[in-house]
């Protein structure tokens, strides 16, 4: 029992810092996300749709998530869900982004069939599927890395043995985005973190990578950015928009809050930029 109690916390910290390749030093950190069993799930992983993405799909709406991936022998395989599927409606409501999407199918009693709106090959489709209830834990990484932990049988007790002690906590999942212009890991403010960074609103720097535009520019992990040039930034994907709306100007200031003292930095990026500015981590549902 000691070995399967500590499976889970190992396995995570394996696909957290396990190296990128033998003589290779990894370039950035690897996301984990974990889901628990005995919840609610149809089998896939699912990102956002931007207004890119959605040009590119010729979607009407820049809303859905995009499947791009489906477990073997879930309810979205059995149900015939494919990667690059876009699903924009759930039992009707529409599907806005994978936040709610997850917790749309989280909500959902385990044994319904719910009608998916999905838009495949240019045209929409309604494809039914029933909803499943999650065997084991499963963690996935953004970089492919999947693995089911199965469930742990229930063990008699035995009144000569002292209890058993309780299973340890699990790391919570955040979401992240990654700015390949800045060369940064960042996050949308809490209410709570406001307080605590003493901004009002604002986009937490989670992680730089080494000899970026950011680490050029002197800014760290933990600085909240606050404005990109002229724009006030909230979200990471507002830091993207800005960005992409900067792209004949490689030298812009960017206002970052550190230490509650607010401070200006200028950032001098590369000429050539990569087409998408941020990339979602993926969320299994």
């Known amino acids: 029992m000691k070995i399967a109690t500590l499976l889970v916390p190992i ?62 022998d879930s309810p979205a395989a059995k149900a015939g869900l494919k990667d690059g599927d876009v699903v924009l409606d759930y039992n009707g409501t529409p599907v806005q982004g994978q936040e709610q999407f997850a917790r749309l199918v989280r909500e959902t009693p385990a044994g319904r069939e719910v009608k998916l709106g999905v838009f495949r090959n240019g045209a929409m489709q309604s494809i039914a599927a029933s909803v499943g209830t999650r065997q084991g834990t499963v963690i996935h990484s953004d970089d492919g890395f999947s693995f089911v932990v199965p469930p742990v049988p229930p063990v008699p007790p035995m009144p000569a043995m002292p209890p058993m002690p309780p299973m340890p906590d699990f790391p919570r999942s955040y979401m992240s985005w990654r700015s390949s212009t800045l060369g940064i890991e960042s996050e949308s403010l809490t209410s709570q973190l406001t307080e605590f960074f003493g901004v009002k609103e604002g986009v937490l720097v989670r992680s730089v990578i080494k000899n970026s535009a950011a680490d050029k520019a002197g800014i760290k992990a933990g600085d909240v950015i606050v404005k990109v040039d002229d724009s006030k930034v909230t979200t990471p994907r507002e830091v993207s928009s800005v960005l992409r709306s900067l792209r004949s100007k490689h030298t812009f200031p960017v206002v970052v809050v550190r230490k509650q003292q607010e401070m200006t930095l200028q950032v001098t990026v590369e000429e050539s930029r990569g087409r998408m500015e941020t990339r979602p981590a993926t969320r299994y549902c």
Request: charged residues 25%.
């Open 11 to 72: 396995l995570v910290a394996g696909a957290i810092f396990a190296p990128a390749g033998f003589g290779q030093k990894a370039k950035t950190a690897r996301r984990v996300v974990i889901s628990r069993g005995g919840g609610s799930y149809l089998g896939i992983g699912v990102v956002d749709i931007d207004a890119e993405r959605a040009k590119a799909l010729n979607l009407k709406e820049v809303r859905g998530v995009e499947i791009k991936s489906v477990d073997d």
